[in-house]
């Protein structure tokens, strides 16, 4: 059946009413909403093309278990909730990313390795961003992009992660954003978690923009409360498990 549809595809990409995403397995879906109405729809209703229904926050774990047991990589969520308003309304708009992750680059290391870096005050951990969305399409692919840039700029890798994307072109466009601005593309799948990918690798920046992430320590107690924790594994060498898993 997938051959099938496959050899006619050029003929339902011209069809106002027929859509796919772009993952793949591909999936073919009628809808009477154009492009924009989908996103309006998917985050006032929390309706995917897949059929399935979930928030936003539903996808958080997810990716944190993806990030986890793929990349070992600690994921810890950003409540925006709990954010300074001194800034008044809208201050503080595309300041944080959803989550953000720690990776141990040390942790499979040797503890003479571990003693040597340390005193050559070399690198052993990396932070990573995300910004994280239901459903990317071209109506909203350049915005997405630019709320993950803007809330990531301080971050040694940044990801904007979808469960769904769709429309002709939009994996083009966020190729050609990638190579452009270094924020990678994962795909996280709902419905079976071993089938979340990355799409698009980042770009790795080597430094920590500090005075950036002192805006986010600041502005959001659960940012300062990451980084406290990212202090305290330099200074200590103990990585607190149990703050990064819950």
Known sequence: MQSEIGSIRLAIEKHANLRMTEDRPRKYYYTTLTESQE????EI?????TELTYSEHDLYPILAKFLRDELLVYAKRIDEKKSSSRNGSGGNRWLYPDLIGFEVLSETWSEQIKQLVQARSDRSSRLWSFEVKKLINRSNVREVFFQAL???AWANLAYLVAAEISGKGTLEELRMLSSQHGVGVI???VEQDTESSILIQAIEKSEIDWKAADRLSVENSDAQAVFEQVRVFHQAGVLNKAFWET
Do not use: D, L, P, T
Request: glycine letters at 6%; charged letters at 5%.
């Open 150 to 152: 803007s809330n990531s």
């Open 39 to 42: 996103v309006e729809a998917v």
């Open 187 to 189: 795909q996280i799948s």
């Open 45 to 49: 209703a929390g309706q995917a093309m």
